[in-house]
């Protein structure tokens, strides 16, 4: 069993960035492939991120290559979502997810946060 918390969201304006964290407990982090989804305000959710095991490989949603970086510190259990030129269309509520699939590209996360919010005023 995996406990993940999401912290870091906020409002803040077009431009700006935001860092999200997501502490984990239970089974640790390290044996995780770890992602990022988010869910707009009336639409489906929509992956994000993935970071493997080791941090080594990274996969993202087309449309925030460039923008967003995921990193994981599996000394601290913690997994990061570094936002910058944040956009108002990034506006949703964020959740940091965990599964034993190493597997980036599918979308079989096997435990989830509560999620953040993040809003971004144009």
């Known amino acids: 069993q995996v406990q993940l918390v999401e912290s870091g969201g906020g409002l803040v304006q077009a431009g700006s960035s935001l860092r999200l964290s997501c502490a984990a407990s239970g089974r640790t982090v390290s044996r995780n492939t770890m992602g990022w989804f988010r869910r707009a305000p009336g639409k489906e959710s929509e992956f994000v991120a993935a970071?493997?095991?080791?941090?080594?490989?990274?996969y993202y949603e087309d449309s925030v290559k460039g923008r967003f970086t995921i990193s994981r510190d599996n000394a601290r259990n913690t997994v990061y979502l570094q936002m910058n030129s944040l956009k108002p269309e990034d506006t949703a509520v964020y959740y940091c997810?965990?599964?034993?699939?190493?597997?980036?590209?599918?979308?079989?996360?096997?435990?989830w946060g509560q999620g953040t919010q993040v809003t971004v005023s144009s």
């Open positions: 970071i493997s095991l080791s941090g080594g490989s990274t």
């Open positions: 997810a965990a599964k034993v699939s190493v597997v980036l590209t599918t979308m079989d996360y096997n435990y």
